[in-house]
């Protein structure tokens, strides 16, 4: 499967720890988005890479969280501390350079906070 | 900072009527994107639209970016119980920022 992965595609962990998952991007791509998902939204934008840089990051995300892409490969999102409102799904998608071209998604991590 | 906003935010119809969502940005857009995801799925890629004034059709669908690239439009003629889901618009502010989504309408269709 060349498709974005995902890991793990379900996490319960009990408040105030830690978490991370990884986003595996398809290998020619060199955008790589992390959103977050609650029921009844839309994809809401965490932070942005093109290769190792990160680009963007989003005015709502806490200093709590923390996203890395090293050698533009995979990348990886942590949470620390965790909250009960960090509970959703976590979407990585990634897309090629050229701009505007569709991005593909990954099936999604879902956080449960306990 | 850009949002998107999407209207309406659900819509029922009878299967065989038509459908339609908007889609508003408070800022231009280079292009536009629309996906649809399924219950319990991840979004998938419709269609992407750069041109200001752009229609594109895709059998059933029908995809309208606006003079001003500030608005959007998806409309789907006699729906089936296959589109059912969530049609979401999304928009690159300009070339090498991030892609917004917006809030998303989702579409039931009983038979």
């Known amino acids: 499967d060349t498709g974005v992965s995902q890991n793990p595609r379900h996490k319960i962990t009990k408040r105030g720890q830690n978490v991370t998952f990884r986003c595996d991007p398809i290998?020619?791509?060199?955008?790589l988005y992390w959103y977050r998902q609650t029921l009844g939204q839309g994809p809401e934008f965490l932070t942005y890479?093109?290769?190792?840089?990160?680009?963007?990051k989003s005015r709502l995300l806490s200093d709590r969280f923390s996203a890395e892409r090293p050698k533009g490969s995979f990348s990886t999102l942590e949470i620390q501390r965790t909250e009960q409102g960090d509970s959703a799904m976590y979407l990585c998608?990634?897309?090629?350079?050229?701009?505007?071209?569709?991005?593909?998604f990954g099936q999604g991590t879902r956080l449960t906070v306990v | 900072g850009q949002q998107v906003m999407q209207i309406p935010q659900y819509q029922h119809v009878q299967e065989g009527e038509d459908f339609t969502t908007y889609c508003n940005s408070s800022?231009?857009?280079?292009?536009i994107q629309w996906y649809k995801q399924r219950p319990g799925g991840h979004p998938v890629f419709l269609i992407q639209?750069?041109?200001?004034?752009e229609v594109k059709k895709q059998k059933r669908l029908t995809f309208q970016f606006g003079e001003a690239k500030k608005n959007s439009s998806l409309h789907i003629t006699a729906t089936q119980t296959t589109d059912v889901g969530t049609y979401f618009c999304?928009?690159?502010?300009?070339?090498?920022?991030?892609?917004?989504f917006g809030k998303g309408t989702t579409l039931s269709v009983s038979s």
């Open positions: 998608a990634s897309s090629s350079r050229t701009l505007g071209t569709e991005a593909f």
């Open positions: 800022t231009t857009l280079s292009n």
């Open positions: 290998s020619e791509h060199n955008r």
């Open positions: 639209l750069v041109k200001s004034g």
């Open positions: 890479f093109q290769n190792e840089a990160q680009l963007e």
């Open positions: 999304a928009g690159f502010r300009q070339a090498g920022t991030a892609l917004i």
